[in-house]
């Protein structure tokens, strides 16, 4: 349990790093060009290779496919979704945070497609539905009603020691706070198991 909360500092640190003022942070997506030392360069689906500046401890996050049976009561999740016809959510991914790890709490814009929201908080109910498991997910100002279809990836986060696995054509996705020379800084890189790109 000990680590998990080290995994919770150091991420709500990340979201600390100091950026240009009135300039929200990127999310970069893409695969390892390059990493030499604390110096990851992004080489992005559309555009040039983006530089991000790594805090002198950054973290590595693990994303590993689970069963959505592991989405239950009581879990911390995160979730990208867009909206339905009667205004509940439906996802396009579902991230599923350590015990102890709350971040991000909210119901948000997200930028992995047109018109995505991202939706942070603890599961409540839990029950089939006609169109996929459906959740209850309540968050400081208020509870969203999300349909999980079948066929969206459900993750778990999890923490790697090793910087090794960050390495040229894996996936990443990193959130990076925009620096006056251009590049970025953040404190943790994600990636999916076996270099495989995260969903989020």
């Known amino acids: ?18 950026a240009i003022a009135d300039t929200p942070p990127a999310h970069i997506r893409g695969q390892v060009q390059s990493l030499d030392g604390d110096t990851l360069v992004v080489t992005p689906k559309t555009g040039a290779p983006i530089t991000v500046k790594l805090s002198p401890h950054w973290l590595v996050v693990v994303v590993k496919p689970i069963s959505v049976d592991a989405i239950q009561p009581g879990s911390f999740i995160g979730t990208t979704e867009v909206d339905r016809p009667d205004g509940s959510g439906q996802s396009l991914e579902v991230h599923v945070f350590p015990p102890g790890v709350k971040l991000g709490e909210g119901h948000y814009p997200w930028d992995l497609q047109p018109h995505s929201m991202m939706t942070n908080g603890t599961v409540g109910t839990v029950k089939p539905g006609a169109n996929g498991r459906e959740l209850d997910v309540a968050f400081p100002s208020g509870t969203r009603h999300i349909v ?11 923490f790697a020691p090793d910087h090794a696995l960050v390495k040229p054509g894996a996936g990443v996705f990193v959130i990076g706070a925009p620096q006056a020379d251009g590049t970025y800084a953040a404190g943790n890189v994600t990636i999916g198991e076996n270099g495989a790109a995260p969903p989020m």
């Open 1 to 18: 349990m000990r680590k998990w909360f080290g995994l919770a500092a150091v991420l709500a640190a990340a979201i600390a790093v100091p």
């Open 148 to 158: 999980v279809p079948p066929d969206v990836p459900i993750v778990l986060m999890t």
